[in-house]
């Protein structure tokens, strides 16, 4: 049985990979912020899958003494931790740098870069100790160079993750540790349509292109559970939307109709 760790797994898509990899028979440990909501994700959880294999832990990832808990918590409970993935992040409100205060700035940046250094070190202490295990980082815009106007502070930190699963990758490999990172493209989640709450004419005009990129959560986190089970390359990036695909969205438009947004 597979032993895994999720930051940031109370709702979105590390919630779904959650409850994927409980449907795959894994062992899950899932983490958030705020203790009611963890508790409220591991109580849905274990209704579908059984609490035997299911358990969660609050966890601000850009705290490195929380973080160093949850792979306590998850190694007290499963014995050894087999996978760690670094989901855990924010991104920030739709505008220009200059509209965004230093706060802002701050908690993008702790989340998703520090949370996400703090939780590839202490994964790669605790495995190198044990033996074995897998970390994956999930990148997004910004990994791949793309730009985004009003998205610059979310941009950036997804680049920075994108260096650090490099550098992670010469780094241990004298190792037997996996390390990989995970592009899943663009998912329509809450982090996107928070961007849009009371904005419903900005929705319309870019409903129509979301409609054709965006990607439903419920195709990625499967493809993303399956990619991670099956794999044993030591280095490995995973790519939901590769650019080939994106071009065949586009060239179908005439034939097909997606409708992610409803």
């Not at 609490?51 to 966890?59: I, L, S």
Request: proline fraction near 3%.
């Amino acid at each position: 049985m597979v032993n895994v760790v999720v930051t940031g797994s109370t709702r979105g898509i590390g919630h779904a990979i959650a409850n994927e990899l409980l449907a795959c028979g894994c062992q899950v440990m899932i983490s958030g912020r705020i203790q009611q909501i963890v508790v409220g994700a591991v109580t849905k959880l274990a209704a579908r899958h059984g609490a035997e294999r299911c358990a969660g832990t609050q966890c601000d990832v850009s705290d490195p003494v929380q973080v160093q808990a949850l792979w306590d918590a998850a190694k007290t409970r499963f014995g050894q931790v087999d996978v760690w993935i670094n989901n855990a992040g924010i991104g920030n409100r739709l505008a220009p740098l200059w509209e965004l205060s230093p706060t802002e700035l701050k908690a993008v940046i702790d989340t998703n870069v520090l949370g996400t250094l703090y939780g590839a070190r202490v994964a790669l202490r605790g495995m190198i100790e044990q033996g074995s295990g897998a970390i994956y980082n999930l990148e997004g815009l910004g990994s791949d160079g793309r730009v985004i106007q009003g998205l610059v502070p979310y941009g950036s930190s997804k680049a920075q993750i994108h260096y650090l699963t490099s550098g992670l990758m010469r780094e241990a490999r004298r190792t037997k540790i996996i390390i990989g990172a995970i592009q899943p493209g663009m998912v329509w989640t809450d982090m996107i349509s928070k961007q849009y709450e009371g904005k419903p004419e900005e929705l319309q005009k870019v409903k129509k292109i979301f409609n054709l990129i965006c990607n439903r959560v419920d195709d990625v986190a499967p493809w993303i559970v399956g990619k991670i089970l099956a794999n044993r390359r030591r280095c490995v990036r995973f790519n939901y939307m590769p650019t080939y695909k994106l071009l065949w969205r586009f060239l179908s438009v005439p034939f097909t109709k997606r409708a992610v947004i409803e």
